[in-house]
């Protein structure tokens, strides 16, 4: 399968961890979104929304948002379950993770930081501080309900597909993480494994200088 | 089981059409966040977030975040299945759910507005301006992905489980719904089934006047 990736976007971070995990053979393609070529005509035919990442299946066809692809993959590709078997457990590990798919990372989008520095006018400041007080709140939700090694024990599951690309994010926009020892353990944890740290954002081909 | 409610709240308008399709059996407990019950003590252990819904089930145990209620109840109840059997087709109809849950419904949300007003001192037109705008850009991502007379042919889905709450949210801060045909057509057809009309806000024990 092909993996149309952005080295930055974390919902295609999400992507590249469980792939590997699962050892899933394939390929990335990168779209390069500062050059526009996610709003292409040939993107859009892949992802009408023009967004990263997309997944193109070996049929061709093509699945997108990044939980849509999680859950297929989980479904299809027994090898290394990112869900617990039993459906209580599972649903432990979905509500945690909704904290991040819906609860933090959406209103830190791209999209809308650029409405609040454009249309609304917000400084700088005021974006950092939007930025770092969404991720703070959600983590403060979550670093209570953690475990460790990984977020739900001994092996990582999607809790920790979704945890470690947002803790990227949250340095990248320097938010203090020292109320958030737990959260920080795991995020090393994870990045002593090779699924994890092959698909930091550094590590990709359309990576800056590489 | 117990779903801990509140009339207005979306995420729980959800849940209350997918427990009627299912014809599970259910008690309503209203949590009235006006007068703040979602952060008592007693709420709190339930939802440490202090987020409604909540899915108390009978023995006790609790689910939160609505997307993994439903995923549990899809997976526990076989009745009335609100995700094609074909794991694709299911893939299909969860990348479209996540456009409201992910990029619509959390913008959107309550604390989010008050951020905007508050911290951020927009005004009552910017913020209806906002509203409206996250549910215009996702509904044109939705609209031409649509068939009817439900979301996704003859029975309803997850996809008119989320669609109908976020419809009335988008009709009750007036958002111009005229270049969605296709949505209003559905969201009509959804509101003729009584497991639809049943879950209405005006339709609780909790709303006012009732």
Chains 1, 2 share one sequence.
């Not at 997944?55 to 999680?70: F, K, P, Y």
């Not at 006018?121 to 460790?148: C, N, R, V």
């Not at 994010?169 to 920080?184: G, V």
Request: charged share 20%; with cysteine; hydrophobic share 40%.
């Amino acid at each position: 399968m092909k993996l149309y990736s952005y080295f930055r976007s974390s919902a295609a971070y999400r992507l590249r961890i469980a792939l590997n995990l699962k050892a899933i053979e394939h390929q990335i393609q990168p779209v390069n979104l500062l050059k526009g070529e996610h709003k292409s005509d040939e993107y859009l035919a892949l992802n009408p929304q023009g967004l990263v990442p997309a997944l193109e299946l070996d049929d061709g066809r093509v699945i997108n948002q990044s939980t849509a692809m999680l859950e297929f993959l989980e479904s299809q590709y027994s090898q290394h379950p990112l869900l617990p078997a039993d459906s209580f457990e599972a649903a432990q590990v979905r509500a945690w993770v909704n904290i991040i798919a819906c609860d933090i990372h959406p209103i830190d989008n791209l999209r809308v930081l650029k409405y609040l520095t454009g249309t609304l006018g917000a400084s700088e400041d005021q974006k950092t501080a939007w930025y770092q007080h969404w991720i703070t709140e959600g983590f403060k939700a979550l670093e209570p309900q953690l475990q460790g090694p990984f977020c739900f024990g001994d092996a990582p599951t999607l809790a920790d597909v979704y945890l470690v690309p947002q803790v990227y994010n949250a340095l990248r926009f320097e938010t203090d993480m020292s109320q958030f020892p737990k959260i920080m353990a795991i995020y090393q944890h994870c990045n002593q494994q090779a699924a994890f740290s092959d698909a930091k954002p550094e590590s990709q081909a359309d990576a800056p200088g590489r």
